[in-house]
């Protein structure tokens, strides 16, 4: 490699050029040349050399400012430069040195000393080429490994669950049977319940898997972000009322209709109103009584936002640290953990953001902001892409 090494020799003395062309062409190397500062960065792009010889005094862009450039890219770094200067005074090395020259020659020179550091400096730099080699090669193996890790607590989690839904359809499956050989019809019903609530599980658990797993874009279409929030709220009145919760509706009246995603808008809704639902369920504080607002506001600069805002158990530090990784719950056994994973994932898709508010025992609000087309610009007639 030594001999077929690349040298880019820079000096705008035509004379030291033609000369250190002809002696290095007779070792073996390949050359190529410059004539100023500009030249150079253009060749060193062009050429690639493996090591460059490279004059101080020059005009345009001088011999320091080449070398402070090329040392501050991360593909021309690691090509080492050494600085050919009738400057030799002590201050001067040293600047060069420190703008990143890796050494310091000073004219006029004895060639055999300057073809030595070109040998030395060459396999130098094929040495540390190597080892960069091996270090991106571990990064990479790194990376698959981390990933690979990743995947297996996925898969334990998931395994964990799907244990308990298990035992829930077991616990249904074993009443259902009692109560047959009883003829108990109360057992029937209760083992039946039973079955069916964990059903709803598991197809909620693959709904929220599929909604991860794929990259999903939004299906742009005419509609009315205030009729998406409303069918939300008629959607989870019913189980509110269960647990004595208010669900307030405060939609913004001047928002009208708007080209977005409502099946998207409408996940991020559900998933949110829900939370909010069991964040009161899961309240202990009995005196309060619990409201749920789902709120819309047209903002002036093309974006919607929606809140969803509850009095309910709120959320200690360390929860809202976890809250967007997948498959964390604090709900056992009731929980995917998948919720919001899903909802940050749909909001970004359709280039907004979802932000959160937490005040333990006091309640939280969660805020989700998208960028929306207006109907008369936009031009939609219906569905686009
Ligand atoms: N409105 C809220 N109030 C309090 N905690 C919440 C709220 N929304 C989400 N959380 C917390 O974030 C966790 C993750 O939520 P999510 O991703 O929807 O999964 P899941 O609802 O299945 O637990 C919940 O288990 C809960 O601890
Ligand atoms: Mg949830």
Redesign the pocket.
Known sequence: MTNKAKILIVDDNVDTVELLTKRFHAEGYDTSEAYDGEQALQQVVEYQPDIILLDIMMPKIDGYEVSKRLKSYDNTKHIPIIMLSAKARVPDKIKGLDLGADDYIVKPFDYRELSQRVKYWVTVKVEVEERLTKIRQLEKELIQSERLAAVGQTVASLAHYVKNILFGLKGGVYLVDEAFKENDTDSLKDGWDLVESNMGRISGLVLDLLEYSRERKPEYEKCFPNEIADDVCKLTQESAKEYSIEIIKDFDPSMGEAVMDPKGIHRCLL??V???I??CIYDSNEEKKWVVRVKTILEDDGMVRFEVS?N????DEE?KKK?FTGF????EG????????N?QKIAQEHGGTITVN?QLGQ??T?TIRMPYRDVATSGATGKED
Do not use: E, I, Q, V
Not at 312 to 315: E, I, K, S
Not at 328 to 331: D, L, R
Not at 334 to 341: K, M, V
């Open positions: 998933n949110l829900s939370n909010a069991d964040a509850d309910g158990c709120g959320m929860t809250l964390f719950t604090t709900k009731r929980g995917t953990g998948l919720g919001l994973l909802t937490s309640g939280s969660f």
